[in-house]
C-alpha cells in the first residue's frame, strides 16, 4: 500500500500575511475590568437615581446622617474631654516646673507622670507630721521657689435662701506660681485672710458682686469676694482662700507644693525626692511616641477588651435597627424602578449586575450620610464645646480633637448600614420576572420555607446562646444571643405577613388592603415591622431585668430605722442643744412630736478602744464561714442546715449597733408595737438588755463580749451573760441595747452621741436644710433620714425606656405608611374611579401604621418578655446550689413599660389618620 503526502497548496500573491496573534489577556485581569467597569456604571446610576427621587433621598440620608452625628458629636466631645499626658502635667503645673507631694516617711517608686506610686519597703510610713515649706525647699536647694497649695476644703456659706456647701482651695494667687493655675475673670487675687476669689458657678450661687462680703453659715468668719477666678479642672462652685485664712491643724494629706527650680527636674532630684517619700509631677519630653498613639487612636484602653466588645454589639443593636428603618426606601425605590432593571436585562445585564445597580444605591447613600453625619457632628462638638464643658464635664477640654479612628470607624459602618439595607431589595430585584418588569406587573412573593426553617434556628440558637452568657454573667455572649434571635425573626416575619394576608379575607375593605399591599410589598413592611419589635424586644428584656432588680434589691433591702425616723449626731459642736431645743426645731421643720436621746458606749479612759456585741449560743452558730471554699457535697449541708438559712449580711452576727438605753428611744430605734415596747423596758429598767435578733437569746440570757481593739490585735474582754429580751421583725439594723445597770456590770461608760426622731413622713431636702440652719449656731451635725424602699422606684426608668421604643415605633410606622402611600398611589387612583368614598385613603393609612406599629409591638412584647424569662432563669440556675443562699431575681412584668407600649400603636394609627389626606388623587392616564 502506497502513502501519498499531500502537499501544500502554493501561496497567493493577492492572499495577505498572517498577522502575529496578540498576547492572551488574562482571566482575572479581565474579570476584574469587567467588575470595575460594572460598578461604576451602577454608581452613576446610583447618583443619578438620588437626583431624581429627593424625598426619598433626603429620608435616608436623614436616617443615616443622624444616628452617625449623634455618635461623632460624643466621639469628638469625650476625646476633648479626656487628657493626654502632657495635658494633665500642664493643667496640674502651670507655669511650675514640677509639683510635690509628701506621700509618706519611707522610699517610694513613681511613674513618669507623678500619678501612681509604689513603696519600696514592705512596711509604708505614712507622714506623721505636716511638713512645711522650709522643708520643702531645704530639699530643693538655694534658687528654688515653693509654694503651697491645699484643695478639698469643705466649706458652707450662707446664700440667700439658703446654706451653700462649697469646694475651698488654699493657695496664694498673688505668687506667679500659682498664678499659672487659673483664670482670671474679673478683679484681683486675695490679698488678706479676710479676701477670697470665687468661680462664676459660685458667684451665681451665692448671688454676690465684687466687693461684696459672704459668711460661714455658722457665721464665725466672714470674707470680702475681691476677684472672680476659673479653675480649668472644676468649673462648680470653688473658693480660693488666701494661706491665712484657713488654720493648719492636723496633718493634710492633700497639701502640694508648685515648685520652681533654677535648672531642670532631672532623674537624679526625682530619685533624691522619692527616698524622702516625696511624689513628683514634672514634665516629661514632649511628643513621644504614646502621645502620638493617643491622639490617633483615641482615649481608649486596648486592655479594655470587655466593655470594648459589649460597645461593638450594643453599635450592631443600632446598625440592625438603621437597617431595617431605611430597607423598606430602598425597597419601594426598587419597585418603582423596576421597569428600567428589566431594560438593564434585556440589554444583557446579569443577576449580579442588576444586583449591583441596587447595592450602589446603598454605597451612594451610606457615603453621602456618613459624610454628612460625620460633618455635622463634628461641627457641633466643636461648636458646642462651652456648654459640653460648662455643663456636662465640669471642667475645660484639653483640645481640639476628633478621634480620627472613631470617625472611621463610623463611617464604615455607615456605609456598611446603607449596603445591609440594600441587600434584600437588590436579591429581590435579581429574581423578578423581566417581562412582568416591562409590563408593569408585580411579580407574587414567594415565601421559601428554609428562610422560615432558618429564621427559627436562628431564634433557637441565640436564645440558647443568651441563657448561655446569662449563666456565664457574659454581657457580651447576652448581646450576641440577642442580635442572633433578632436576625431569625427578621427572617420569619415575612411567612407570618403571608400568613396574615390569607386570614384578611373576612376583614373590611380598608384593613383587607393594607394587610394584601403589606403581604405583595414584604420588601417593605416586614424591615419596618422589624424595625418596631427590634425596639419594643429590646425595651421590655432590658425593663423586664430591671424590674426584676430591683425587686430583688427591695426584698434584700434592710432598713437603719422606720420609714422617716431621722438620726442626728453631733460632730463638732461648739454646744449642745437641750431636748427640747431640738423638739422645737423638729416640730416646727418637719411637724415631728416624738424625740429621743441616743448613748453610745465606750470603754474606760484606761482600758483604750473596745468592742461590744452579743454572742451567738453555740447551738446557732453554722459550722461553715461564708468565705470557705466548700464542696459540693459540703454546700449542699450548708443549704439544708436550719443555723444556715440567714442572710449571709448578719451570717456571723454582723455589724451591732450598740448603746445605752432606758426605753426611750426603743420604739423610735425600732418601730416596736406598744405591747413589745413595754415588755422590753421593763427588761431594761430590771437591769437587762434587749436585742433585735432572736438568735441572741438562750433560755432568757444574752452573752455580752467586751473585747479589747490594740492596733494590730484584738485581745478578749469581759463576757457575762444578762437576762435579755429579743424583739422580732423590727425595723432596723440589728441592735444591743444595755441598760445602765448593765453596762456598768461591764465596765462601760457611756456618753451622748445623738437624738432619734420619729417624723410623721421622711422629710425632703428643703426640710433637712432649715432644719440643719436651724442647728447651726450649735455647731455641726449630720443628719441620716430612712425613707424606705420607696426611694428605689425604677418606673421613671422603665418609662424613658417605653418612650424611646415608642419613638421607633412611630417613626418606623410612620415611614413605611408614607411609602406604601406613595406606592399605591395607581391603586387609589383605579379606586377613585370606582366611586370609593374620600375616607377610604385615610381609613387605609390608619389600618397600614396600625399594623406595621401593633405587629411589631405584639413580636416585639413577646420576644421582650421571653428574652427576659429565659435571662432570669439562666440567673437563678447558676446560683441554684451557691451557699450563702443569694436572694432569687423573682420575674416581675415591666407594666408600666408594657402600657406606653400598648397606646403607641393606638397613637401612631392616630397620627396616619390626622396627616393624611382624605381626598384621593384623580390621574389623567394617555394611552
Known amino acids: 500500500m502506497t502513502v501519498r503526502r499531500t502537499r501544500p497548496a502554493p501561496a497567493r500573491l493577492d492572499t495577505p500575511a498572517a498577522r502575529p496573534a496578540a498576547p492572551p489577556v488574562r482571566a482575572g485581569r479581565r474579570r476584574l475590568a469587567e467588575l470595575t467597569g460594572s460598578w461604576r456604571a451602577a454608581l452613576r446610576i446610583a447618583r443619578r437615581e438620588s437626583r431624581r427621587a429627593r424625598r426619598r433621598t433626603a429620608l435616608v440620608l436623614a436616617m443615616i446622617a443622624l444616628p452617625v452625628a449623634v455618635l461623632a458629636f460624643l466621639a469628638a466631645s469625650y476625646d476633648m474631654s479626656v487628657l493626654t499626658g502632657q495635658e494633665r502635667v500642664d493643667r496640674r503645673l502651670g507655669v511650675a516646673d514640677a509639683e510635690l507631694r509628701w506621700i509618706a516617711d519611707t522610699p517610694l517608686e513613681q511613674d513618669e507622670w507623678g500619678d501612681s506610686w509604689t513603696a519600696r519597703v514592705e512596711t509604708q510610713r505614712p507622714t506623721t507630721a505636716r511638713a512645711t515649706t522650709a522643708q520643702v525647699s531645704a530639699l530643693l536647694g538655694p534658687g528654688s521657689r515653693v509654694t503651697e497649695m491645699r484643695s478639698g476644703i469643705p466649706l458652707t456659706l450662707r446664700g440667700p435662701h439658703r446654706d451653700e456647701d462649697m469646694q475651698g482651695r488654699v493657695l496664694d494667687l498673688g505668687d506667679p506660681l500659682a498664678r499659672g493655675l487659673v483664670r482670671f475673670r474679673a478683679g484681683r487675687a486675695p490679698e488678706q485672710p479676710g479676701e477670697v476669689a470665687v468661680s462664676p458657678a459660685a458667684l451665681r450661687r451665692l448671688s454676690l458682686r465684687l466687693g461684696r462680703a459672704v459668711a460661714l453659715a455658722d457665721g464665725s468668719r466672714a470674707y470680702t469676694v475681691v476677684g472672680v477666678v476659673e479653675f480649668p479642672d472644676d468649673l462648680g462652685a470653688v473658693v480660693a482662700l488666701h494661706p491665712g485664712a484657713v488654720p493648719r491643724t492636723s496633718p493634710e494629706p492633700e497639701s502640694s507644693w508648685l515648685v520652681d527650680v533654677p535648672g531642670t527636674i532631672d532623674a537624679a532630684l526625682v530619685s533624691r525626692l522619692n527616698d524622702r517619700g516625696v511624689l513628683v509631677a514634672a514634665r516629661p519630653p514632649t511628643g513621644s511616641a504614646a502621645e502620638r498613639k493617643r491622639i490617633w487612636l483615641g482615649p481608649v484602653d486596648p486592655g479594655e477588651t470587655t466593655g470594648l466588645g459589649t460597645g461593638v454589639l450594643i453599635a450592631g443593636l443600632g446598625l440592625l435597627e438603621v437597617v431595617l428603618l431605611v430597607g423598606p426606601a430602598f425597597a419601594v425605590g426598587v419597585r418603582r424602578r423596576r421597569r428600567d432593571l428589566a431594560l438593564v436585562a434585556v440589554a444583557g445585564g446579569d443577576a449580579a449586575q442588576l444586583r449591583r445597580v441596587v447595592l450602589a444605591d446603598g454605597v451612594v447613600l451610606g457615603v453621602l450620610g456618613a459624610a454628612t453625619g460625620l460633618l455635622v457632628g463634628v461641627g457641633a462638638a466643636f461648636a458646642g464645646r462651652p456648654l459640653m464643658e460648662q455643663y456636662v464635664f465640669d471642667a475645660r477640654f484639653g483640645g481640639y480633637r476628633c478621634w480620627p479612628i472613631a470617625l472611621l470607624l463610623l463611617g464604615a459602618v455607615a456605609v456598611l448600614a446603607g449596603v445591609l439595607a440594600a441587600l434584600a431589595p437588590a436579591w429581590t430585584a435579581a429574581r423578578q420576572d423581566v417581562s412582568a418588569g416591562l409590563a408593569g406587573r408585580r411579580t407574587p412573593p414567594v415565601s421559601r420555607i428554609r428562610w422560615l426553617a432558618f429564621g427559627l434556628s436562628l431564634v433557637a440558637g441565640g436564645v440558647g446562646l443568651a441563657a448561655f452568657g446569662a449563666s456565664r454573667t457574659s454581657t457580651v455572649v447576652i448581646l450576641t444571643g440577642l442580635i442572633l434571635g433578632e436576625l431569625g425573626l427578621v427572617c420569619c416575619t415575612p411567612t407570618l405577613i403571608g400568613a396574615l394576608a390569607r386570614l384578611g379575607r373576612a376583614l373590611p375593605l380598608a384593613p383587607r388592603i393594607a394587610l394584601r399591599d403589606a403581604s405583595r410589598n414584604r420588601a417593605a413592611a416586614a424591615p419596618a415591622i422589624c424595625a418596631v ?86 447551738a446557732q452558730v453554722c459550722p461553715w464561714q461564708p468565705g470557705d471554699k466548700l464542696s459540693a457535697a459540703h454546700r449542699r449541708q450548708a443549704r439544708a442546715d436550719r443555723r444556715c438559712r440567714i442572710d449571709p449580711m448578719n451570717y456571723d452576727g454582723g455589724y451591732v449597733r450598740t448603746g445605752v438605753d432606758d426605753g426611750t428611744a426603743l420604739p423610735l430605734l425600732t418601730g416596736a408595737d406598744p405591747a413589745t415596747t413595754a415588755a ?61 445597770s448593765a453596762a456598768r456590770h461591764l465596765g462601760l461608760t457611756w456618753s451622748p452621741a445623738g437624738w432619734v426622731i420619729g417624723a410623721p413622713t421622711p422629710p425632703d431636702r428643703q426640710q433637712r436644710e432649715r432644719f440643719a440652719s436651724a442647728l447651726r449656731p450649735f455647731g455641726t451635725f449630720s443628719l441620716s433620714v430612712e425613707y424606705g424602699r420607696d426611694q428605689q422606684d425604677i418606673s421613671p426608668l422603665l418609662l424613658l425606656l417605653a418612650a424611646a421604643a415608642g419613638v421607633i415605633t412611630m417613626g418606623a410606622a410612620g415611614i413605611a405608611t408614607a411609602l406604601a402611600a406613595a406606592e399605591g398611589r395607581a391603586e387609589l387612583t383605579t379606586l377613585a374611579a370606582v366611586g370609593a368614598a374620600p375616607a377610604l385613603r385615610r381609613m387605609l393609612a390608619i389600618c397600614q401604621a396600625g399594623l406595621i406599629a401593633g405587629l411589631g409591638s405584639v413580636l416585639g412584647i413577646v420576644a421582650g418578655l421571653g428574652t427576659a424569662a429565659i435571662v432570669l432563669f439562666s440567673v437563678n440556675r447558676q446560683y441554684a446550689n451557691d451557699w450563702p443562699v443569694p436572694d432569687r431575681y423573682p420575674y416581675v412584668v415591666p407594666w408600666p413599660a408594657l402600657g406606653v407600649l400598648v397606646l403607641v400603636p393606638i397613637v401612631a394609627m392616630l397620627g396616619a389618620g390626622l396627616f393624611t389626606r382624605a381626598r384621593l388623587p384623580i390621574e389623567r392616564r394617555l394611552d
Open 680 to 740: 422590753a423596758t421593763a427588761v431594761l429598767r430590771a437591769g437587762g438588755v434587749v436585742v433585735t435578733d432572736p438568735r441572741y437569746l438562750h433560755d432568757g440570757l444574752v452573752t455580752v463580749r467586751v473585747n479589747q481593739v490594740d492596733p494590730g490585735r484584738d485581745r478578749p474582754g469581759a463576757t457575762a451573760d444578762l437576762p435579755g429580751y429579743a424583739l422580732h421583725g423590727v425595723a432596723g439594723q440589728s441592735q444591743l441595747l444595755l441598760s445602765a
Open 533 to 618: 419589635m427590634a425596639a419594643v424586644a429590646s425595651s421590655v428584656a432590658l425593663g423586664g431585668f430591671l424590674a426584676s432588680s430591683d425587686a430583688r434589691s427591695s426584698h434584700a433591702y434592710r432598713p437603719m430605722l422606720p420609714t422617716g425616723h431621722v438620726l442626728v449626731y453631733a460632730g463638732e459642736s461648739v454646744r449642745q442643744p437641750s431636748l427640747t431645743q431640738l423638739a422645737a426645731m423638729a416640730r416646727d421643720q418637719w411637724g415631728a412630736d416624738r424625740i429621743a436621746p441616743i448613748n453610745t458606749v465606750s470603754c474606760a479612759p484606761e482600758a483604750g478602744y473596745c468592742d461590744v456585741a452579743p454572742v451567738l449560743p453555740p
